[in-house]
Every structure is written in C-alpha cells, then in structure tokens.
C-alpha cells in the first residue's frame, strides 16, 4: 500500500507486479492538526486494504521535507506542521497494521520511481535504438508544486545521506533572493507573491499558479506582463538550482508536479541561466556547466542529445579502435508520468528492495 502525502492532498492507493491495482483515493490531509491527520492516515490505508484481494504485505510512502526516514519519524515539516517536535508514524502505522512500514522523502521517490520505470530505461533504449553508446545512470528529480522536492538517483540507488537529508535542494539560495532558499520562487506560494508583488495585487486576491498561467496565456484576464515576468523569475531560480544540481551529480533531469505544466513559460529563462557563463578575473568567460544541456521536450533537442558526436578513436601502438564520444550531453523533460504515480511505483520498488534485503 502506498501514500503520497503532500501539502494539500493524501494520495493513497496500492501496487502490485509494478501496477497500480486500485483506483486512487484523495483525502483531505488535516495538516495542521496531528490527532485528525494521524486518523486520515489510518483510514486511508484502511480504505485501501478493503479493496484488495489478498492481504497487504507493507506500507510504503513518501512525505515531504526532511524526516528520520530509516526510524520513520516524522520532524519539523514546512507543509504539514501538526508533525512539529517529531512523530513516530511509521512506528504507530507497524503496529496498527502489523505489516513493515517504509517511507522516504516524494522528492526521492519521484525520481526513484523514474529511474526504475519510467525517464531512465525510456532515454536508454532510444539511445541503444539509435546505435548510441551513450547511457545514463544518473538521474535528477524534480517536483514543482507545494515546494521545491528534489530526488538524486545514482546507478538506481537513491542517494538518501547520513541524516536522511540527501537531496533538500529547497535549501539552496535562491538567485534572485540571495538571503532566501529557492522556494521564495519555487513552490506554489512563491508563485502567487511574486505575482502580487509584480502586478501590485495583495496576495490574498492572488489565485493559484494555474491561474497565474493562464493569464500569462492570455486565457484569463489580469496583469499578464505581471505573470509572465512571474515564470521568467521562476525559470532563472530554477535554473541556477538545476545547474548547481547538475554540478555535483552529473545526471539528467526529470522534472514533475503541477507547475511543470507551465514548462513552455519558465523554460526559457531556465535554460538561459543553465547556459549562462562565469566571468574570470582576467575577463574571459567560462561557460556555468561542463556537458552541454538540452531541451527535450524539443526534437531537435532530444536529437542533438540522441545523436551525440560518436567516432572511432585509434588506439595508439595498435591496429584497433575504441567508440568514443566526446560531446558531454544531459537535458531537461517534463514527465511523462502521473507525478502520483510514479512517486507510488518509487514506494512500491523501495519497500521492495527492503523486504529482499531483510
């Protein structure tokens, strides 16, 4: 059985043989008060154990922010602040269900999940039908929503840390704020202040960012300059977020969440910050990151990195050659996943992985 549980809906459904087996089901998470959020909890995986055919043989879920994942102890959470000062879910959840109970960060399942079952072993086979030897290993997730949830993935084993903090890129500084962490653009507060502050609107009469879209869009009336300014500072943020990400773990990326909607507005000013360059001392420039990064929700993107620079390299004292590519390449794509989904599958393959090494 698995959870997604965010700041504005839990997400409750269950997985066998890498499938969804029942129909989700969405409750209300009571965020702000334990007592009704723990019984939400409970009978939302009750809900679900009624629908299975056969009995349950764990729990498996992701929660937002940092957490003492391994002990299932919930902390200091931004979005659901009945968790403040620390509770022992996962526990309570064995004992209720008298099944083991596993739950992880939505940012590191999302991208567990993509790894395992959906960006990774998708962009390889279409490298390996294009005769590319050209794989990758390495994945970076990305959910744009409630926060800024970030996921790092290397050689299918999620990078988690020493405190359960692998991967909390909310606290990198945010560019355009740089006495803030990122979500002061990137989350789906940010998006509504950043509107008001632009179209001198107080932020109590802000809509959503999908109305903040749509008015960029044109669709709906209001300041569009405003919101579209909105989403070129959220692509600038998310950007330099993403470029320092790539930096330290040289992946691709996958990005989810509701905001990834809005990809066809903020994309641009992400990819000019990703293709920014430093300026040296002596005045020369350097470009901000090593491989090259590709938009792929572009053909001619996807082609560029599908393509590569492939060569016959000879090996020196020999008569022999060696495939060699010398064009460092990763990109950016929206999923092509339900981001509830793929985070449950990434439940689903944790808890598994966990049962097998018991």
């Known amino acids: 059985m698995t959870l997604d549980a965010g700041g504005t809906n839990f997400v409750f459904s269950a997985i066998q043989g890498n499938k969804q087996i029942v129909e989700s089901i969405r409750l209300y998470p009571n965020s702000d008060h334990l007592e009704k959020c723990l019984e939400t909890v409970i009978s939302g995986f009750e809900i679900v154990k009624k629908e299975l055919k056969s009995e349950p043989v764990a729990i498996s879920f992701a929660f937002p922010g940092p957490a003492d994942y391994p002990k299932g102890i919930i902390g200091d959470l931004p979005n659901l602040p009945a968790f403040r000062g620390g509770v ?19 940012g590191n399942l999302f991208a567990y999940g993509e790894a395992l079952f959906g960006f990774i072993p998708e962009i390889n086979k279409r490298l390996e039908e294009t005769n590319s030897p050209k794989r990758f290993h390495n994945i970076i997730g990305i959910t744009l929503g409630t926060g800024f949830g970030v996921g790092l993935v290397c050689n299918k084993q999620l990078i988690t840390g020493d405190n359960s903090n692998g991967g909390e890129g909310w606290l990198l500084r945010d560019i355009l704020s740089p006495d803030c962490h990122v979500e002061e653009h990137l989350s789906r507060e940010g998006i509504r ?12 009469n802000v809509g959503m960012p999908f109305e903040i879209y749509k008015i960029a869009k044109g669709i709906e009336t209001g300041n569009q300059q405003a919101a579209i300014e909105t989403f070129n500072d959220f692509g600038t ?9 790539i930096t330290l773990l040289d992946g691709i990326v996958v990005l989810g969440g509701g905001v990834s909607e809005a990809y066809d507005l903020f994309a641009p000013a992400m990819f000019e910050q990703l293709e920014s360059k430093f300026r040296l001392h002596n005045g020369d420039p350097l ?3 090593v491989p090259r990064v590709f938009n ?25 050659t060696i495939s060699y590519d010398p064009f460092l390449r990763t990109g950016v794509r929206v999923t092509k996943n339900d981001t509830c989904q793929i985070i449950s599958l990434g439940a689903y393959a944790f808890a598994l992985n966990k049962l097998d090494s018991n």
């Not at 943020?237 to 990400?245: D, F, K, P, W």
């Not at 929700?297 to 000879?314: F, S, T, W, Y």
């Open 287 to 289: 470009n901000r990151l």
């Open 88 to 106: 022992a879910l996962g526990p309570m959840l064995e004992n209720h269900f008298n099944i083991p109970v596993y739950i992880n960060n939505d």
């Open 296 to 320: 792929l929700e572009d053909p001619v993107g996807m082609k560029r990195l599908l393509d590569g620079n492939q060569i016959d390299l000879a090996i020196p004292g020999t008569d022999k």
């Open 193 to 204: 202040r950043s509107y008001a502050a632009k179209s001198n609107t107080a932020v109590e």
């Open 237 to 245: 943020v998310l950007g330099e977020a993403l470029a320092n990400l």
